[in-house]
C-alpha cells in the first residue's frame, strides 16, 4: 500500500541516521530522495538504499563526511565532498552558486570526492525557486555505455539538467540522463523481475536485448541517447562527454575513464558541476519570467496528435505525480520493499513502512 509522503521521508532519515549520518546531513538527504519519489523520479528514490547501503559497508561512501570550500572567488567555489553521498554537497555546492549569482549575477560550483547525488532536478530547481537560471550535471561511478561504434564501455548515464524561473510560478525543469533512460529505471525492472522495453540495452555483442541484468551482470551496456548510430546516439554520446569535462575536468575529480575510478579502496571521486545564473544582470527579471511563462503556455497550447494526452514541457510531468501521490502516498514495489526492510532491520533503524 502506498505510504504518505511525510512517513516516507521519514523512513529514508531514519535509515540514514541509523547509518551514522549526521542529523543535518540525513535531513537534506532523506529530503532529495523523497523529493525524486514524491515527483515520480523512482530510479532516484527510495531505490537507491540498496546501493547506498552496499558502499557503506564497502567504505567507498563516507556516513560522516562534511563538505568544505577548498578554493574560490566572488563568481566561484570548489568544493569537496569529503567522500561521502553526493546529496549534502551538491546541496551545499547549488546553495554557493545561488549565492554568488545573487550577489554577482552568475555563480559556478563544482564538486569533487563525492558519490551518486540523486536526482539533479532538485538542485536546479532550487536555483529556479530562488529566481534564477540552474544548470547542473555529474560523472558517475558505474561504467555502463560505450562511445558510439564503441564496443566497450566508456560513460555512465552522466545526467544533465536545467531549470528556469516562470512568472506563473510553474518552473520549467528538465532532467534527463544521456542514455536512453537512467540505470535506476533499468534496476526498478530487475527487482520486480520485469523485462526492460526495447532499445534500453545492449548485450556484450551490441544486440539488443529485454533482459534488465545485461548491462549490469552480462558484460552488455546502456543505449546512449538515441540508441543506435542509425538513430543520432553520437549526440547523447556527446552530451555525456561534455558532462564529464564540466563535472570531472573542471573539478579535478577522477576521469570515468581512469582505471583507477571504479577502484579506489576508501572513498568516491564523483565530479559535479552547478551554474545558477540572474537573469537580471540582462533584463528585468519579471520580464524574463513572464516571457519563459508565455513561451510554455505556447507549447502546452498546441494542438496535440491525441486529444487524450496534451503537451507538455519538461516538469509537468513531475507536477502531476507530486500532486497525485502527496494525495494518495508513494507506492513501492514489494521486490524493493522487502529489500529495504532488510537494511534497515540490519541497520536497527525502525520500520515506517508497514
Not at 23 to 43: P, R, Y
Not at 165 to 188: E, K, Q, W
Not at 318 to 345: D, F, S, T, Y
Request: glycine share 12%.
Amino acid at each position: 500500500m502506498p505510504a504518505p509522503y511525510d512517513k516516507h521521508r521519514a523512513q529514508l532519515k531514519a535509515i540514514l541516521l541509523a547509518w551514522g549520518m549526521p542529523e543535518d546531513n540525513a535531513e537534506i538527504t532523506a529530503e532529495v530522495l523523497s523529493w525524486s519519489d514524491l515527483h515520480g523520479v523512482d530510479s532516484h528514490g527510495i531505490s537507491m538504499i540498496p546501493g547506498y547501503d552496499g558502499l557503506r559497508r564497502s567504505g567507498r561512501a563516507r556516513m560522516d563526511a562534511q563538505p568544505k570550500v577548498v578554493r574560490e572567488t566572488p563568481v566561484s567555489a570548489l568544493v569537496d565532498g569529503g567522500g561521502g553521498l553526493g546529496h549534502v554537497p551538491a546541496h551545499f555546492a547549488m546553495n554557493a552558486a545561488i549565492g554568488k549569482a545573487k550577489a554577482a549575477g552568475v555563480g559556478v560550483a563544482v564538486v569533487k570526492h563525492s558519490a551518486h547525488f540523486g536526482a539533479a532536478g532538485y538542485y536546479t530547481l532550487m536555483a529556479a525557486r530562488a529566481g534564477l537560471v540552474g544548470m547542473a550535471c555529474t560523472s558517475a561511478s558505474g561504467i555502463q555505455v560505450a562511445p558510439t561504434f564503441g564496443k566497450q564501455a566508456r560513460l555512465g548515464t552522466d545526467p544533465w539538467s536545467f531549470a528556469a524561473p516562470s512568472g506563473d510560478g510553474v518552473p520549467f525543469l528538465l532532467d534527463m540522463a544521456t542514455t536512453t533512460v537512467a540505470a535506476g529505471r533499468i534496476r526498478n525492472k530487475a527487482n520486480e523481475g520485469l523485462p526492460t522495453p526495447d532499445g534500453w540495452v545492449l548485450d556484450k555483442d551490441g544486440n539488443p536485448s529485454n533482459d534488465p541484468l545485461v548491462a549490469k551482470e552480462k558484460g552488455g551496456f546502456l543505449t546512449s541517447l538515441g540508441g543506435s548510430p542509425e538513430n543520432s546516439s553520437y549526440k547523447g554520446y556527446g552530451l555525456a562527454v561534455m558532462v564529464n569535462i564540466l563535472a570531472s575536468c573542471l573539478s579535478g575529480a577522477t576521469l570515468i575513464t581512469d582505471p583507477m575510478h571504479t577502484k579506489k579502496p576508501v572513498g568516491m571521486d564523483i565530479g559535479h558541476f552547478f551554474l545558477a545564473i540572474d537573469p537580471g544582470i540582462f533584463r528585468e527579471s519579471d520580464d524574463f519570467q513572464q516571457d519563459v511563462a508565455s513561451f510554455m503556455g505556447a507549447l502546452r497550447g498546441t494542438t496535440p496528435v491525441d486529444p487524450a494526452q496534451p503537451v507538455m514541457v519538461a516538469g509537468d510531468p513531475q507536477w502531476k505525480h507530486a500532486e497525485a501521490r502527496m494525495k494518495n502516498g508513494i507506492p513501492v514495489g514489494p521486490g524493493l520493499l522487502n529489500q529495504v526492510r532488510q537494511i534497515a532491520q540490519a541497520a536497527a533503524a525502525p520500520w515506517l513502512l508497514d
